[in-house]
């Protein structure tokens, strides 16, 4: 029973298809594409971030560990970290954060 458990959990991921979030702030047609935010992934976030670092961090080290162009290439390295905190805007990092790590109901990924 327990290996079928896994399976669904597995090909709920599988099902998941690249996202996009559009930012346009960065321009019109300009948007940020992500998949799914796993648990290993939320370790390594995790364990980025110094425990005396904000929210405002966090999000940002969400941004730069998910955020793909297109084709799935990182748009963000380790390092700018610092650099995304001092000049991006917390309420677009915020939006886009929050978008990468909101759950999607299992009905709605049946749907698409």
Request: contains cysteine; aromatic residues 6%; proline residues 4%.
């Amino acid at each position: 029973m327990a290996r079928r458990c896994i399976d669904k959990f597995v090909a709920l991921y599988d099902a998941q298809q690249l996202k996009k979030i559009p930012v346009p702030e960065l321009g019109k047609d300009e948007a940020i594409y992500y998949t799914p935010l796993t648990a290993a992934e939320l370790d390594v976030i995790e364990v980025e971030l110094p425990e005396t670092y904000s929210g405002a961090h966090h999000n940002a080290q969400v941004v730069i560990t998910k955020a793909l162009d297109a084709n799935r290439k990182r748009l963000f390295s380790n390092d700018d970290i610092e650099t995304l905190c001092q000049k991006g805007i917390i309420s677009v990092i915020g939006r886009i954060a929050r978008q990468m790590v909101s759950v999607e109901s299992v009905d709605a990924i049946e749907k698409n």
